[in-house]
Structure formats: C-alpha cells, structure tokens
Antibody
Framework: EVQLVESGGGLVQPGRSLRLSCAASGFTFDDYGMNWVRQAPGKGLEWVSG????????GYTDSVKGRFTISRDNAKNSLYLQMNSLRAEDTALYYCARSLDAYSFPYDYWGQGTQVTVSS | DIQMTQSPSSLSASVGDRVTITCRASQGISNYLAWYQQKPGKVPKLLIYAASTLQSGVPSRFSGSGSGTDFTLTISSLQPEDVATYYC?????????FGQGTKVEIK
C-alpha cells in the first residue's frame, strides 16, 4: 500500500525556518517524481515545488523561489522541503504528492498533510 | 506564467443532472491538463489526466475533454457523493498551476 507521511510542520515566527519531511513507503520511491502542494485555510490548492526521480528537474512556484529548497534522498525513501525566511502567507497545510511518472505527471497519491503556521 | 481560470466558481445542481466545469489556460498547454476532486476535509483525488484519460478507479460518469487552452470536466449524472471542489492543473512545466476551484453542491 502506498503511503506518504509528512512531518515537520508547526508554529514558527516570521523570518524563521522549518524543514518538512515526507516518508514514502509501499512503492519504489526512485521511480517517481515527487511534489509539495499547499492549501491555505479555506483556500484552493497551490503547487509549491516538484522534482524528478533523480533530482535533475526541479521547479518552484514564484512566491517561494530563493526561500524554499526541495530535495530527496532515494536511499531513505524521503522527500524534503527546506523553508527559509517564512512569511505569514506561507501558512498552509502542506501535502506531499507522488507524480504518476518519473517526472512531472499529475499526482496519484497524497499524504494527509502537515500544518505550517507562520505567526509572531 | 500561464494562468488557469475555472468557471463557474460554484454551482448547484440536482441529482442526475449533467454538470460541466470549464478550465481555461492563458496560453496553450496541449493536453497537459489534470482534474482533481477534493471532498470537504479530505485529500485531493486525481480524476483525469492528459485532458481526457480517466484515472484508474474513477467512475465513468466523469469525463474530460479539450486541448490547447480550453478544457471541460463533465459529470454525466451528478450523484450525492460528487459534492466536492474540483480543480484543474497544468502539469507539463513549472509552475504547475492549479485553477481556483469549482465548488459543486446538490440543489
């Protein structure tokens, strides 16, 4: 059974950092692209970042470029999102999602999400 | 960046009705378009990708069409369990933008 379990969320002050993790199981992790999608309270889905199976192809939404870094460790079946210089507008539920293929196809499995709240 | 615009933002229809949701891209995206369903309090679920390919396990009352800039998601006969918010997404290149969502309710 495919499982994606996010962790690392919490309450953090503006300007501080947080590192999210996503532990994957039930499939061959390095066969698939992986992504982070967020959803602010009561709002729609926002794609944050994604990377290919071998990390050769990486993308970010404009609002996080230069502040967030996506990475993966295929040996540990894990995906990460390093979030620096956090802002109030980064407050959201952050989902880890698996692509249908090794690159950027849509997302067939999602975790339950980890909540990030940026507030003083 | 390419913008994705859905219409309507919300709709109310009766059980058994045919429901159509539109998604428009600000530039052509070929058929690199997906549709997701998100029920209240739940994780999004992939319904359709490549504009018209039904994801495994999705009921056949859901269908998608379109190419280039204009796409549609159709529910041929609305069921109570289809109450949800539906999102389109372009996915070929970054940023892989979602539409703003269409909330579907039962009348």
């Amino acid at each position: 059974e495919v499982q994606l379990v996010e962790s690392g969320g919490g309450l953090v002050q503006p300007g501080r950092s947080l590192r999210l993790s996503c532990a994957a199981s039930g499939f061959t992790f390095d066969d698939y692209g992986m992504n982070w999608v967020r959803q602010a309270p009561g709002k729609g889905l926002e794609w944050v970042s994604g990377l290919s199976w071998n990390s050769d192809s990486i993308g970010y939404t404009d609002s996080v470029k230069g502040r967030f870094t996506i990475s993966r460790d295929n040996a540990k079946n894990s995906l990460y999102l390093q979030m620096n210089s956090l802002r109030a507008e980064d407050t959201a539920l952050y989902y880890c999602a698996r692509s249908l293929d090794a690159y950027s196809f849509p997302y067939d499995y999602w975790g339950q999400g980890t909540q990030v709240t940026v507030s003083s | 960046d390419i913008q994705m615009t859905q219409s309507p933002s919300s709709l109310s229809a009766s059980v058994g009705d045919r429901v159509t949701i539109t998604c428009r891209a600000s530039q052509g995206i070929s058929n690199y378009l997906a549709w997701y369903q998100q029920k209240p309090g739940k994780v999004p679920k992939l319904l359709i990708y490549a504009a018209s390919t039904l994801q495994s396990g999705v009921p056949s009352r859901f269908s998608g069409s379109g190419s280039g800039t204009d796409f549609t998601l159709t529910i041929s006969s609305l069921q109570p369990e289809d109450v949800a918010t539906y999102y389109c997404q372009k996915y070929y290149s970054a940023p892989r933008t979602f539409g703003q969502g269409t909330k579907v309710e039962i009348k």
